[in-house]
């Protein structure tokens, strides 16, 4: 590896590393505004209410896919643990409370399944 190539890999990962501190910090400071309400050099300036112009939230999107979030364990999953927990069961070396603890386990997976 020469030089050039050391100094071209260099500068693409302090550029990914500047852009992945730089994003969520932005976010932050979107969080953070207040309405009517700006920061110039770190002091806080009221605008009047004419100036005002509001400012996309940028964290929407992800507020919805929050909301919006489904836990759910795919088929294939939930039946390869089903199975596991059924061989457990058959092998009849679990103890009467640790019965009881994996069927209720069965029967969230169960319920969290995706249909």
Sequence with gaps: MNES????????VSFV?????LIP?????VG???ENQAQV?????VLPSSEVVAEPVLEAPY??????????????DSQLLLTEYKTQLESG??????????VEEMVNIEKNTCK
Excluded: H, P, Y
Aim: glycine share 2%; net charge neutral; aromatic share 2%.
């Design 5 to 12: 190539n050391r100094n071209t890999r260099t500068l693409i």
């Design 17 to 21: 590393v500047a852009i992945m501190a």
């Design 25 to 29: 910090l932005r976010f932050v400071e």
């Design 32 to 34: 953070q505004v207040l």
């Design 41 to 45: 050099l770190g002091e806080s300036v």
């Design 63 to 76: 507020n919805e896919i929050e909301a919006n979030k489904v836990n759910c364990v795919a088929k294939s």
């Design 93 to 102: 070396l679990v103890s009467a409370n640790a019965i009881d603890q994996v």
